[in-house]
């Protein structure tokens, strides 16, 4: 055999000319499969780089882009962040299990007092009138007495006519507390004209000082109380006798018919307006500023009348001190600080305001949407209620323990009345402002070193976080104040009954 080495040339006769490395192969069937698949995936890959690139797509405007995608999960957050926070302008504080409790304790024993009588002149406005009505019906059982119903203060600077039964359910009175005390509607008539020891019973006093005054007892068959407001002390009483107050207050003394069905109505159509409201109490009355003197945003004309200030007080050093009412500018700052929006619905639970729209339209300018009783009930339904001062104020009371949210411009008898009766019911929200607080924050945006917006929102919400009725204990008198001048300084039994007359999940006791 001839050794052809590495190139090899055919021999004569063969039928190709070429090397044997550039032979045509020839080809298995599964190649050709394989070849034929790579070349057609190969033109689709083209295909669809082509479209990606040069073909506009119908919907490719409408696929998100990432950058897109990241704004808008963003902007989700934000609106949720937005809404939460919304939601907690509204919210009730936690209640932390506690809830109403009144009921006696086994110990407790009611009062028939056949024989001797407790006859009550009720002093001040509707508020001062209920809570002094709440402490005689305790002195009566402390004292053994028969409670008469007690007369209404017509002398006081609303000049009201109403009696008992016109202001309150007389019915419902007697009939609630008749395991307690004996109640009638007036005097035996062979009493009606003997004589009776008349009183002034000291304030803040204890079951002791009652006690002592049972002595009376031995002279004469009928008592008569000339004032009625804060006679018994605020704290320090037997837990009956606290629980017993509370009944008083929060169910015997239940507003008249008229009064209750109206009310229900007028809150009933609040919320067909917007579901949710705030109600705000309001202290801008004339005889409020005049009361505390305060003439801070008013004119010279309206701080000079003949009406004004009874007693010589430095105004700016009452506002200085937080004892002077927010004006309505003052309270829309400060609502707005909050975050309340411009839309919100506000009850506005006062009387005639001072210097009418022009100031009440530095409120209305932030919050427009600003109600009163003239506006949600019609003349007809107020007619019975005209010139009773006491009477439309237990309208407002009915309105304001309702709403959603409760803030009063200044603490009087009944801002604390009505935080006291929501914090009974559930700690319902109340926005106590600050005013010494935010006398500082408002003298600042008048002299431009603060300016309206995120800081001053800033500043008012962290004043105010622990100021929304959440459940505490009632506070006593601040440090160092010594006497009786203590009881004075105390925070009112009625302003915040806990922790007698609210109950932890452990009680049992509820409302009866």
């Not at 839309?343 to 009418?356: F, M």
């Not at 070193?449 to 929304?468: I, T, W």
Request: glycine letters at 8%; aromatic letters at 10%.
């Amino acid at each position: 055999m001839v050794n052809r080495g590495l190139y090899s040339y055919p021999s004569h006769g063969s039928s190709s000319l070429l090397p044997s490395r550039f032979r045509a192969r020839k080809l298995c069937g599964s190649a050709i499969t394989f070849y034929t698949f790579l070349i057609f995936a190969f033109s689709f890959f083209l295909f669809l780089f082509y479209l990606r690139h040069f073909v506009p797509d119908e919907h490719q405007n409408h696929l998100p882009h990432p950058h897109s995608q990241s704004r808008s999960r963003s902007h989700q957050l934000q609106e949720s962040s937005k809404d939460k926070n919304h939601e907690q302008l509204w919210d009730s504080p936690f209640s932390h299990g506690l809830h109403s409790c009144v009921k006696p304790t086994s110990k407790y024993k009611g009062s028939q007092g056949f024989d001797h009588y407790l006859t009550v002149r009720s002093n001040g406005g509707l508020n001062q009138m209920r809570t002094g009505i709440s402490d005689m019906v305790a002195v009566a059982h402390i004292m053994n007495a028969t409670l008469v119903i007690p007369q209404l203060d017509k002398r006081s600077f609303w000049q009201d006519s109403s009696v008992f039964s016109d202001v309150f359910d007389e019915h419902h009175f007697i009939d609630s507390l008749k395991g307690d005390i004996r109640i009638v509607k007036e005097l035996p008539k062979n009493l009606e004209a003997g004589p009776r020891a008349r009183k002034h019973f000291t304030s803040w006093s204890g079951v002791g000082y009652y006690e002592e005054m049972k002595r009376l007892w031995n002279e004469y068959q009928v008592i008569h109380v000339a004032k009625s407001d804060s006679r018994l002390a605020n704290n320090d009483l037997p837990l009956d006798i606290q629980r017993l107050r509370c009944r008083a207050m929060y169910q015997a003394l239940r507003f008249s018919p008229p009064i209750e069905d109206l009310g229900k109505r007028l809150v009933d159509r609040l919320r067909s307006r917007g579901g949710r409201y705030i109600a705000l109490h309001l202290r801008y009355e004339k005889d409020m500023l005049s009361f505390t003197g305060c003439t801070y945003g008013l004119t010279d004309a309206e701080e000079n009348t003949n009406y004004w200030k009874v007693k010589k007080i430095n105004s700016t050093e009452q506002r200085i001190g937080g004892f002077c009412p927010l004006t309505p500018k003052e309270v829309g700052l400060f609502l707005q600080a909050l975050g309340f929006p411009q839309s919100t619905l506000i009850y506005i639970a006062a009387g005639e305001i001072y210097g009418g729209n022009t100031h009440l339209s530095e409120l209305s300018s932030r919050f427009p949407n600003l109600v009163f009783k003239e506006s949600l009930a019609t003349p007809e339904e107020l007619k019975a209620f005209t010139n009773h001062a006491s009477q439309t104020a237990a309208l407002d009371y009915i309105i304001c323990v309702e709403s959603d949210v409760f803030v009063p411009s200044h603490s009087g008898n009944m801002a604390r009345a009505v935080e006291g009766h929501r914090r009974f019911l559930g700690h319902h929200k109340t926005i106590n402002p600050d005013r010494k607080g935010l006398v500082e924050i408002f003298d600042k945006l008048e002299t431009g070193e603060l300016r309206e917006g995120a800081e001053l929102s800033y500043l008012v919400k962290q004043m105010h976080k622990n100021r929304q009725g959440a459940p505490r204990r009632r506070l006593g008198s601040p440090a160092g104040i010594k006497g009786r001048a203590r009881f004075r300084t105390e925070e009112s039994f009625y302003e915040n009954p806990y922790p007698e007359c609210i109950c932890g999940s452990k009680s049992k006791l509820e409302i009866t």
